[in-house]
């Protein structure tokens, strides 16, 4: 009898612990959209992409040892400035599929920003701003550009994020 009772108790326990821990697994942070001040991004020339284009990839990187967010999708409301004017550039997503990447300290992510290289230069920007693609929208994140970097065209496309 004794034996049945310490093995309910156990069990008991185990069942709990792993109900506690799944419930845990739900609310994980990586299940929390990455806010502006969980990422900081650099922008820098991608020397390889396909032929006809050329890219500038987008590097986010986690604020602090403990940020653990989601990053989905491709950055939105892109917003190229150069003399503090707004450069007339339109950016749209280029279609590509996109999953889920959580972003933490020592797993940066990425996303590309691609031109047409036969297209006029249009300016070297100063800066890039956009919203994150899980938002909150209308709370920009801003990135310096590389400096002397001339933007080709008047339409860039803009990828997902990835791991």
Known sequence: MKRTVTAMITGGLVAGGLLLAGGA?????SDTPCGASDVHVTVAPDPSHA???EA?????TATSPTTNCKLEGAPTALTFIAGGE??????????????????????????RIVQRSAA???AAPEWVSFDLPTGP???????????GTVLKGHTVQVTPVSS
Do not use: C, I, K
């Open 86 to 111: 707004r450069l007339p550039v339109t950016a749209t997503p280029d279609g590509s599929e996109s999953v889920p990447v959580n972003l933490r300290a020592g797993h940066p992510a990425e996303s």
């Open 51 to 53: 032929a006809g284009h």
């Open 56 to 60: 500038f990839v987008l590097t986010y």
């Open 137 to 147: 929208f209308g709370q920009p994140v801003n990135a310096a550009w590389p400096a």
């Open 120 to 122: 006029a230069p249009s």
């Open 25 to 29: 697994a739900n609310a994980m942070p």
